[in-house]
C-alpha cells in the first residue's frame, strides 16, 4: 500500500472505530460485532506501525472507550483505567509469551493467573477508609460517569470493607471489576420487557450496561446485576507481591472474585487453561467472550509497563465466534428507507453465544442463490453482528427434497407497487415513492442518533404517525402540535408535549448531522463529515457541482453523482424548504474565518435551552476552542442555562465572562441565522 492510500485508510478506521466506541460504550448499541471491531482496530494498529503519523495521541488505539456521555456527572479516575491486548488464537498467545520473555531475564520463572473475561461494563469503585464512596464507569479509561446512587443498589458489592486482624484496610483504593448480568436473569427480564411492549435487550452485556446507565437507581435496583472483581487501581496503605495475593485479598475483604480463576506456572499451562473454559463456555451462568492471562507477579508487572493503552503484562485471549444450526422456517422482507427488499430468515429460537436469536438477514437473492439457502433448510448460522446473525451455510446432508425455494416478489409487500432490479444491482427496489414502509424508514434515519437525535421518537411511534397520515415527510415532524398528536394510542398531555420539546431541541444540529439524516443514498456518518468539513453551510453543499466534490479526498464520482441527483429532485428541494420555514437550521462546523476561537476554554453549566450541550461543544471544539468540566484559572466564559448550580458563582468569584446561550450562539457565528 503506498502511503497516501495508507493515510487515507487510517483517517477511515480511526473514525469508524470512534463511531463504534460512541455505539458500543455510550449508547450501549452496537452496529457490529465485536470479532468485526477488532479486526477493524487490528488493521489500524497495523498501519500506524508502518505509517507512522502525527495525530497518533489522538488514535483510538491510544485509547479506551468513548467519553463519558451527559446524563451523569463525571469522574476523574485516580489511575487509568485501561484496555487489554487481544489474542485471537494459541499461536497468539505463545507470541504474547515470547514478547514478555525478550523484555526480560529470558530464565527467569515467569508464572500467569488466568480468569474468565468476563461480558460485562467495567467499573471502578473508589473506598475512604474501608467505605465506598464513588462507583463510576469506565468512560474513556481517564474520566468515567459517577453512578455512585446505581452501584450501591449491587448487592454483592460491599458498601463497606470487611475487616480482617491480618491485613490492614487501606486509606484509600480503587477496586475495579465487572458488572454483568446473569444469563437466566437477562432472559427473564427481557421475557417481562416484551410483555410489556418494551424492547428486548440486545444480549445480558447491553441489559447490564443499560441497567448501570440509569438515572433513576430505583429501576437499577430491580435489575438482577452482579459483579466479579478483577484489579485494583490506586491504592495507599497496603502493598501486594503478586496478583494471586491481591485478589485472596481483595476477596477476604468481601469483594466477589470469580471462582474459576486460577495459578498457571507457564504458558502451557495457560493454553490449557483456555481450552477448558472455552469448552465449559456454554454452561456458564453468565456470559464470557475469552480468558484473560495475567503476569502473576507485580515486580515483573513493574518491569514490563504499559504500551499506549494496555499493560505489556496482560493479554486477553478471545474465542472463536459462535455458531450454531437451525431450521429456517420462513423467509419474509423488509422495505428499507431507499426501497431497497431485504430478504430475512426467521428461524426456529436458537442460543448463540448466549443470546436467542430467531432472525437473520439473507442480504439479497444473490446471496440466497449463492447459499443455495431454501425455506424449511437447517443452517449453520453464527452471530456476527451481536445483534444481526448471518446465515454461514445451509447444511444439505440434512435436507428432506420438501424445502421451497424463495423468489423475490414482484409487487412491494407494503405498498403492492411494483419492484424492479436496476442493471449492475444485486438489490431489489420497490418503485412506489409513497410507499409507506420507506416513508417509515426515512422519517426514522432522519431522527435516529446520528440524525437530528430525536429523543423519545422510537420506532413504534415512528409507524403511528406515518400509518395514521399524521406526517409524510421529515419536515412534518416540525409542525406536529398537541391536537395532531393526541388521538394517536398511548399519547397523554404529558408525552406529547415532551414529544414536541424533543423535536424542538433537535432543530440545530451540526451540518454533518443535519446531511447525514437527509438519507441521501452513500451518504454515510463519514462522508457526511467531511461534507461539513469542506462546506460552510447548506445553500454552498446544495449548489456544489459534481467536480467541486470529486475534489474533496475520499469522495468519488458515485457519491458525487449521487450527492447533485438527491439537489436536483424538486420535492426534495420542498422538504428542505419546509425544514428551514420550521426553524430547522444546521450550525456552523467549518470554520470560515479559521478558528475563531482558538485558546479559548469553554465551561458549560445547566440547562441550555436552545441547543444540546454537546452540539454546543462541537461548535467550540470546530472553531478551535475547548470545553472543560469545572472553572479553572484560564476559563474564558461559562455559558449559563437553566439551574445553572454553584458554577455561576464561582464563575462570578473568579470573573470570568457568563454567556446565556442565545449570546452564546451569537458568539459563535451560529446566531443570526436563528
Ligand atoms: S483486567 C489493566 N480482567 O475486559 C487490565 N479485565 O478488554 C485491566 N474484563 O476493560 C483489565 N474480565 O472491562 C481484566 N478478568 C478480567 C476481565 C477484564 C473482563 C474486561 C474489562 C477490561 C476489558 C479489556
Redesign the pocket.
Known sequence: MDSKLAKNRIRELRSQIQYHNRRYYQLDDPEISDAEYDRLMRELIKLENEFPDPDIALSPTRR?GAPPVEKFATVDHLTP????A?AFSEEEMLDFNERIRRLLDRDQDISFVT????????VNLVYEKGELSVGST?GDGIVGENITANIKTIHSIPLKITRRDDIPVPDLIEI?G?VYMEIAAFDALNHRRLRDGDAPFANPRNAAAGSLRQLDPKITSRRPLDI?C??VGAVTGISFRSHWELLQTISRWGFPI?PLIMQAHDIGECINYYRDINKQREQLAYEIDGV?V?VDSLDIQDQLGFVSR??RW?I?CKFPATQETTIIEDIIIQVGRTGVLTPVALMKPVRVGGVMVSRATLHNLDEIRKKDVRIGDTVIIQRAGDVIPEVVKVVSSLRKGTETIFDMPVRCPECRSDVVRLPGESAHRCIGLACPAQIREHIRHFASRGGMDIEGLGDKLVSQLVETGTINDPADLYYLSEEKLLPLERMAKKSAANLIASITKSKNPTLEKFIYALGIRHVGEHIARLLAKRFPSLPELINASEDDLIRIPEIGPEVAGSLTRFFRVPANLEILKKLSAAGVVPITTAPRHGGSLVGKSFVFTGTLPNITRNRAKEIVESLGGNVTAAITKSSDYVVAGEAPGSKIEKARAAGVVILNGEEFLKLTGNGEKR
Open positions: 479506551v483505567m485501561l484496555s487489554l487481544n480468569e474468565p473475561k468476563i461480558d460485562g461494563v467495567a469506565r475495579r465487572e466479579f478483577y484489579a470469580n484473560v495475567k494496555s499493560p496482560a486477553a
